[in-house]
């Protein structure tokens, strides 16, 4: 992994690329992730620059998207997170969970805290899933599991 600091700009030009080469080539994240060797949510993030990958899995990423050296390097750089330009979202998929949080979020943090305690769920030790079910009323659901570490509150 590589930890110099870098330039931003470059690293959206590398996920703008990648994202090209992947419409290009027609292959899906799941492709991606398998020849990166990791879970499809975890690649994702990390190609559209949220994590870096590890050296063997950036350069199979690379390799599968016909990306140059410097997109390797760039792709095991560790990012200046956060993909959400401030305000409110305008994308309209981004925009419904944002609404999600904003109509849900109290229900969540009360939950979390009744059953928990003081304390937080990890962004950092996390999984993520998203699969498609069959809406027994017709149609498709979309099922999206959150899975963070519980990081209590220490008094000090």
Same mark, same amino acid.
């Given at each position: 992994?590589?930890?110099?600091?870098?330039?931003?700009?470059?690293?959206?030009?590398?996920?703008? @690329?990648?994202?090209?080469?992947?419409?290009?080539?027609?292959?899906?994240?799941? @492709?991606? &992730?398998?020849?990166?060797? $990791?879970?499809?949510?975890?690649?994702?993030?990390?190609? %559209?620059?949220?994590?870096? %990958?590890?050296?063997? *899995? &950036?350069?199979?990423?690379?390799?599968?998207?016909? %990306?140059?050296?410097?997109?390797?390097?760039?792709? @095991?750089?560790?990012? +200046?997170?956060? *993909?959400?330009?401030? #305000?409110?979202? +305008?994308?309209?998929?981004?925009?419904?969970?944002?609404?999600?949080?904003?109509?849900?979020?109290?229900?969540?943090?009360? %939950?979390?805290?009744?059953?928990?305690?003081?304390?937080?769920? *990890?962004?950092?030790?996390?999984? $993520?899933?998203?699969?498609?079910?069959?809406?027994?009323? #017709? #149609?498709?659901?979309?099922?999206?599991? $959150?899975? #963070?570490?519980?990081?209590?509150?220490?008094?000090?």
């Amino acid at each position: 992994m590589v930890h110099a600091q870098f330039d931003s700009t470059a690293r959206e030009a590398v996920a703008a @690329q990648a994202v090209e080469a992947k419409t290009r080539k027609n292959v899906s994240w799941q @492709q991606i &992730a398998d020849a990166a060797g $990791l879970s499809v949510a975890f690649t994702t993030a990390a190609v %559209l620059g949220q994590h870096p %990958l590890p050296e063997r *899995s &950036a350069k199979a990423v690379a390799e599968l998207l016909g %990306l140059d050296q410097d997109a390797v390097t760039l792709l @095991q750089t560790i990012p +200046t997170r956060g *993909s959400i330009p401030g #305000g409110i979202p +305008t994308d309209p998929t981004i925009y419904r969970f944002y609404e999600m949080l904003q109509v849900y979020g109290t229900t969540l943090k009360a %939950l979390v805290h009744e059953q928990f305690g003081d304390g937080i769920i *990890s962004a950092i030790n996390f999984k $993520l899933d998203v699969k498609k079910v069959a809406d027994p009323e #017709g #149609g498709e659901r979309a099922v999206i599991t $959150l899975d #963070g570490k519980y990081l209590p509150t220490k008094p000090f």
